[in-house]
């Protein structure tokens, strides 16, 4: 009865839902003018940077994504708040089953493969498609592929809090000095450099290999955290 | 590109991300596994960003990345600020999950189990 229910007020909201949106039409002009041509053309114009997506979330909404790392390292450090245990109840892994060797020696040959795909994504977060978040998400399953295939494979959680704060102290260096050379937080303060360029776009490198730092602690953290985990 | 296919698929992209939600809120009005609402929850946070990538696209448009020799093309790309939101949207996503399922987790530890009809406090 209850499930006739839902399904019902569910098919409600769909027609009307799907009446609203496929009168919007797919793949017209929306705009004549609108913000997607000021951030293209400023970003080819102005700060030389290939991927206007990047420009967008490091230099225009900068401040956005500050708020960002903070809600990812919020949801973490409450994880780890949720999950705490006194020290000597922890220490053994909830998935206890040993990997075949197979396994074992892939992760072992795929793992050097597997961070240096996360670097190289977040370092080239301004030239090509991928940016820090994508990079440290990368580098982040990597660390999965090893925790999953040994079982006495162990990060240091003292390293990845300095990796983690060290990052975010930094991109709020950045920020502050944006501050200091050009009026605004987080103004972008260094010389454009050339378009398609490793060094190009001024702060959005170096803020975007940041990021791509403190993500690839924080998720790494997160799986570590949810992995020792035992009841 | 025909036309007529064009049609199809401008409504088989909204019908399939406004699905992928509707589906998401079924899983979450009617299941009674945490595990299974978190999951539902996550369907409707990937219908929502198709739907909202969607609204963005340009037909016959290209990824909004000027490659060599492709500096003059801005009038050719798609929206990038929905991409650049959607960027930010499965980042807030994932930390949702994240801190859902730590809860899911505590709650386990407590009850012993992950069905809502057996924890008391928790019906509706």
């Known amino acids: ?231 | 590109m025909d036309d007529k296919l064009f049609e199809i698929l401008e409504y088989g992209v909204y019908g399939a991300s406004i699905l992928l939600i509707l589906i998401g809120l079924y899983a979450v009005l009617t299941k009674r596994s945490l595990i299974k609402i978190v999951i539902g929850m996550s369907i409707i946070d990937g219908g929502i960003h198709l739907l909202l990538i969607t609204i963005g696209y340009l037909k016959g448009g290209t990824a909004p990345i000027f490659s060599p020799g492709y500096e003059e093309a801005a009038a050719q790309m798609v929206d990038p600020v929905p991409q650049a939101l959607v960027l930010t949207a499965i980042v807030i996503g994932f930390g949702v999950t994240a801190v859902a399922l730590s809860l899911i987790i505590r709650l386990y530890r407590h009850h012993h189990t992950l069905e809502i009809d057996e924890i008391k406090r928790l019906k509706w």
């Open chain 1, 1 to 231: 009865m209850k499930k006739f229910l839902v399904i019902l007020i569910l098919a409600v909201l769909g027609f009307h839902l799907f009446e609203a949106f496929s009168g919007l039409g797919l793949g017209v002009t929306r705009f004549e003018k609108g913000v997607k041509d000021y951030y293209l053309e400023k970003t080819v114009s102005e700060l030389h940077v290939a991927n206007t997506v990047t420009s967008i979330v490091v230099n225009f909404r900068g401040f956005d994504t500050l708020g960002e790392v903070t809600v990812l390292f919020l949801a973490v450090s409450a994880m780890g708040g949720i999950l705490y245990k006194r020290r000597h109840q922890t220490g053994d892994r909830s998935v206890l089953f040993s990997s075949s060797s197979i396994v074992r020696s892939g992760s072992k040959l795929l793992f050097p493969a597997i961070i240096l795909l996360g670097v190289y994504v977040f370092i080239h977060g301004h030239l090509s498609p991928g940016g820090g978040f994508q990079g440290g998400a990368i580098i982040a399953t990597g660390f999965l592929l090893m925790l999953i295939a040994y079982e006495n494979f162990s990060v240091s959680h003292n390293t990845l809090s300095y990796i983690e704060s060290f990052a975010g102290i930094f991109f709020v260096g950045i920020g502050l000095l944006g501050f200091m050379n050009g009026g605004t937080f987080l103004q972008n303060f260094l010389p454009a450099g050339v378009l398609n360029n490793l060094f190009s776009g001024g702060v959005i490198g170096i803020i975007y290999v940041m990021v791509g730092f403190k993500v690839a602690a924080e998720l790494t953290g997160l799986i570590y955290t949810i992995l020792h985990e035992k009841d």
